[in-house]
């Protein structure tokens, strides 16, 4: 079965770090992109960026550009979300995903369960 | 402001039909780029509904339609049912002066009556 696993919820303090995680597996986990996308509390679905795990190549949303920085372990099949500082307004919901076909444009087809991450002092 | 825009909230009675529309422009919808539909019930993942503009997915409803033109795409269901009280997203891919990237509709709420 391919899916994809995200690490458990978080609770930082501003200006901390975090990396969150997502392993795939049931598939070639360097044959697909992996994207993240974000959901703030009752908001909507907003692509961060994305990486393919086997060459490293990233592609970052505009606004997400220098705030977050993405990567992939391609030898334990995990991609992760990173922040050097983070910020009240970080809290949300974070998705991986992974697109049907081999291009970072396409239809995601298989989303992991997600991530909490609460920012607070 | 969300480069594609969706209606907040679209409502029907059971066993009616309803569409959502999503409006994009010459940068993406209106370039040709494919445009996706997801359904994300409460506290849940989303989950593709189509692709390509007009595919379903394995084991998704034939209730569930898609088409598109110009620079806007649509999302219809019909014979509605409780169960698709959702929000729903639409997707596409923007390419422009300020970069090229994946972006996704505000998203609709359906409220089923």
């Known amino acids: 079965e391919v899916q994809l696993v995200q690490s458990g919820a978080e609770v930082k303090k501003p200006g901390e770090s975090l990396k969150i995680s997502c392993k795939g597996s049931g598939y070639s986990f360097t044959s697909y992109w992996i994207g993240w996308v974000r959901q703030m509390p009752g908001k909507g679905l907003e692509w961060m960026g994305i990486?393919?795990?086997?060459?490293?190549?990233?592609r970052y949303s505009p606004s997400f550009q220098g705030q977050v920085t993405i990567s992939a372990d391609k030898s334990i099949s995990t991609a992760y979300l990173q922040w050097s500082s983070l910020k009240a307004s970080d809290t949300a919901m974070y998705y991986c995903?992974?697109?049907?076909?081999?291009?970072?444009?396409?239809?995601?087809?298989?989303w992991g369960q997600g991530t909490m991450v609460t920012v607070s002092s | 402001q969300s480069v594609l825009t969706q209606p907040p909230s679209v409502s029907g009675a059971p066993g009616q039909r309803v569409t959502i529309s999503c409006t994009g422009s010459s940068s993406n919808i209106g370039a040709g780029y494919d445009v996706h539909w997801y359904q994300q019930l409460p506290g849940t993942a989303p989950k593709l509904l189509i692709y390509?503009?007009?595919n379903r997915p394995s084991g998704v409803p034939d209730r569930f339609s898609g088409s598109k033109s110009g620079t806007s795409a649509s999302l219809a269901i019909t014979g509605l049912q409780a169960e698709d009280e959702a929000d729903y997203y639409c997707q596409s891919y923007d390419s422009s002066l300020s970069g090229a990237y994946v972006v996704f509709g505000g998203g609709t709420k359906l409220t089923v009556l």
């Open positions: 390509g503009n007009s």
């Open positions: 995903a992974r697109p049907l076909r081999r291009t970072y444009s396409d239809a995601f087809d298989i």
């Open positions: 990486i393919y795990p086997g060459d490293s190549d990233t």
